[in-house]
C-alpha cells in the first residue's frame, strides 16, 4: 500500500488531499497542530498532533511519529496569508508567512531524509503559488502583499535547491500552484469577490487535479515549477504567457 503524508491536513487543500488519498486506499498521515482532528476527516487517516511548521522542532516531531514507516509522497500543504499593502506592511505576518512557506520545508524535508522516512523514489511536493512567480507578476495587479508574494517565490527557491540535494537519493522534489481555491483563507483576506470572475474552485476539485498530477511527476521533472489546472485562474497569463487558449494544461510556470 503507498503511502503519503500531507503536513497541514486539517483544512483547505490538505484536509481534501488526506480525504481523497484515503479513499484511494492510501496508508495517510496527516499533520495538524492541535490535539483533535477535523470533524469531517477520513476515518483511516492517521494524525500527528502538536506539530506547527513554523516552530524548528516541527521536522524532529513528524520524524519521531513516523519512526518505522516509509513514505512514497510528502506533501507540504501548511499555508498562511497575511495580507498587506505599501502603507500598511506587517512584519509579525510576514515572519510567519516565510516561516510556514520556505523554512519549514527545508527542516521537515531535512529530518524526514535523515529518519529514512522518504525513501529512495519518492516525491516531494511543496504547494507554491503562482503569486510566487517573478515573471507572472505584472503592474496591472498592483503591488502590495509583499510577504504572500516573496514567502512564495522563496519556497520555489527552497524547492528547487532541495531538488539538487536530493536527485542522487531518487528523490523528485516539484512545486505546485494548487490553483485559486474557495477557502476559508482566500475569504478571509477579501479575494472572495474574485472568486467568480477568477474561476475560482473548491478544495476538493484542486486536490483532484493536483492528485493527478503527482501520479505523472517524477524525477525527471524534479525542480520545476507546475499549475496541474493550467493557465484558467492565473489572471496575470495573458499579459506575460500570451493567449491562455494556446497554453497546455498542465503548465509549467515561470520562476
Not at 171 to 183: L, Q
Not at 197 to 213: C, N, Q, R, Y
Amino acid at each position: 500500500m503507498p503511502s503519503v503524508l500531507i503536513v497541514g491536513a486539517t483544512r483547505g487543500l490538505g484536509q481534501e488531499l488526506a480525504n481523497q488519498y484515503a479513499r484511494r486506499e492510501y496508508s495517510v498521515y496527516g499533520t495538524s497542530r492541535s490535539d483533535t482532528k477535523p470533524k469531517d476527516a477520513h476515518h483511516d487517516i492517521r494524525w500527528l498532533h502538536g506539530v506547527d511548521v513554523g516552530e524548528e522542532s516541527a521536522g524532529e516531531a513528524i520524524a519521531k511519529g513516523l519512526k518505522g514507516h516509509k513514505i512514497d509522497v510528502l506533501i507540504l500543504a501548511a499555508g498562511y496569508f497575511g495580507k498587506e499593502s505599501f502603507d500598511e506592511p506587517d512584519y509579525a505576518a510576514e515572519l510567519k508567512m516565510y516561516k510556514i512557506s520556505a523554512i519549514g520545508p527545508v527542516f521537515i524535508t531535512h529530518a524526514l531524509v535523515k529518519a529514512g522516512t522518504l525513501k529512495q523514489g519518492s516525491k516531494v511536493i511543496i504547494i507554491s503559488s503562482e503569486a510566487g512567480s517573478i515573471g507572472l507578476r505584472h503592474e496591472s495587479e498592483g503591488g502590495g502583499n509583499f510577504g504572500h508574494h516573496a514567502s512564495k517565490a522563496a519556497s520555489n527557491m527552497v524547492g528547487k535547491l532541495l531538488s539538487f540535494d536530493l536527485k542522487d537519493r531518487d528523490i523528485a522534489v516539484g512545486m505546485a500552484h494548487p490553483g485559486f481555491m474557495r477557502t476559508e483563507m482566500t475569504k478571509g483576506v477579501g479575494f472572495d469577490e474574485f472568486w467568480d470572475s477568477g474561476g475560482a474552485v473548491t478544495p476538493d476539485i484542486a486536490a483532484k487535479s493536483l492528485i493527478e498530477w503527482i501520479d505523472e511527476f517524477g524525477i525527471e521533472q524534479t525542480g520545476e515549477f507546475w499549475a496541474p489546472r493550467g493557465p484558467g485562474d492565473i489572471g496575470t497569463a495573458e499579459a506575460t504567457l500570451g493567449d491562455p487558449k494556446k497554453l497546455p494544461t498542465p503548465l509549467q510556470l515561470p520562476w
